[in-house]
C-alpha cells in the first residue's frame, strides 16, 4: 500500500505541471496588463514599464515560468497585484478552509442522498418509488448551480426566514450552500448506484444467497452493495472535481469568501499571482482526492491489485 501511495504520488508530477503550464500561458495571454493594474490609472509610462521590470515581465515567458515553478516548489507563489500580500497567507489564513468545508459538506450531500435513493431505486425496481426517484434524479441533472441556489435562497431564506440568506458562520450557513452544490452530484451518484446494484444483483451468487434463505436486507447491503460500490466511488471522486469547480459559483452567489470566490475577484483584477496559486490549490486538491478514490478501491473490495 504504501509503495503504491508514493508511486500514485510521482505520478500526479506530470498532472501538476501541465495544470501550471496551462494556467501559466492562459493568463499571459488574456487582455490586461498587470503592471498597469498595480501601478494604477495616473501612473506615467515611465512608472508602468518600472513596474513591469519589477514584476519581473519583461523576461521571457520560459523564463518567468521556471521562475513560478520554483517559487511553488518552495511554497512561494508569490504576492498578490491587488493586496500585496502574500498568496500563500491570501489562500490559507481563512479561505481554503471555508472551501474545503464547503467541498466537504458537498461531498456528503451527494453521497448520502445519492446512495440512498440509488439503493431503494434499485430495490424496488419499476415500481412507482423507482420511476419517481428517477424523474427527481433526472430532474437535479438538469438545474444549473447558479439557477438552484438562487431558487433555494428565494423560497427558504426570504419567502419562509428559515435560513440566512448569505454569509459563513454556524452550521445554519452551510445547509443551503451544500444542497446546492451537492444535489446534482447526488442525481449522477444516484443513478449510478442503481445501475451498478442492479448489475450486482442480477449476479449467481446473489441468487444463491436468496435461495439459502438469507434476507433481502442481508443480500442487499452485506452482499451487493460492496460489489457495487466500486464505480460509485469513481463518480464520487470525479464528482469532486466538479464540486471545486461549482463551489465557485456557490461561493458567489451565497457571499462566501472562500477559496473560489477569490479566484473571481482576482480573475476580474487581473491578479495573475492569484488566480495561479488558486487554480494550483484547486488542482492539488482534485490530485489528492483521486489518490484517495484509488485506494478506497482496495478498501472496498480487497480482490483489488494496487498495481
Request: charged share 15%; hydrophobic share 55%; aromatic share 10%.
Amino acid at each position: 500500500m504504501f509503495v503504491f501511495i508514493v508511486r500514485r504520488i510521482f505520478q500526479t508530477i506530470p498532472v501538476m505541471f501541465g495544470v501550471t503550464l496551462a494556467v501559466f500561458l492562459m493568463m499571459h495571454f488574456i487582455p490586461g496588463d498587470p503592471a498597469r493594474i498595480m501601478a494604477g490609472e495616473a501612473a506615467n509610462p515611465e512608472q508602468v514599464e518600472q513596474m513591469r521590470e519589477n514584476l519581473g515581465l519583461n523576461d521571457p515567458l520560459h523564463t518567468q515560468y521556471l521562475r513560478f515553478v520554483t517559487n511553488a516548489v518552495r511554497g512561494d507563489l508569490g504576492n498578490s497585484i491587488r493586496t500585496s500580500r502574500p498568496v500563500t497567507e491570501e489562500i490559507f489564513a481563512s479561505r481554503f478552509g471555508i472551501t474545503v468545508q464547503l467541498a466537504v459538506a458537498g461531498t456528503v450531500t451527494t453521497v448520502f442522498f445519492g446512495m440512498l435513493a440509488g439503493i431503494v431505486s434499485a430495490t424496488k425496481k419499476g415500481s412507482f418509488t423507482d420511476i419517481s426517484l428517477m424523474l427527481v434524479a433526472l430532474l437535479g441533472l438538469s438545474m444549473p448551480n447558479f439557477w438552484l441556489g438562487i431558487m433555494l435562497i428565494f423560497f427558504f431564506s426570504v419567502n419562509l426566514g428559515w435560513l440566512p440568506v448569505a454569509g459563513w458562520g454556524d452550521f445554519q450557513h452551510i445547509i443551503l450552500p451544500a444542497i446546492t452544490l451537492g444535489l446534482t452530484g447526488a442525481a449522477i451518484v444516484a443513478r449510478m448506484t442503481r445501475s451498478s446494484l442492479l448489475e450486482v444483483l442480477d449476479q449467481d451468487y446473489i441468487r444463491t444467497a436468496r435461495a439459502k434463505g438469507v434476507s433481502q436486507r442481508l443480500v442487499v447491503y452485506k452482499h451487493a452493495l460492496r460489489n457495487a460500490l466500486v464505480p460509485v466511488v469513481t463518480v464520487v471522486g470525479l464528482q469532486f472535481g466538479g464540486l471545486l469547480g461549482g463551489a465557485v459559483i456557490t461561493e458567489t452567489i451565497f457571499a462566501i469568501n472562500g477559496l473560489g470566490r477569490l479566484l473571481i475577484d482576482s480573475i476580474r483584477a487581473h491578479d495573475f499571482p492569484m488566480v495561479q496559486g488558486s487554480v494550483l490549490i484547486f488542482a492539488m486538491l482534485f490530485v489528492f482526492v483521486n489518490c484517495l478514490v484509488d485506494v478506497a478501491y482496495r478498501i472496498i473490495n480487497k480482490r483489488i491489485e494496487l498495481s
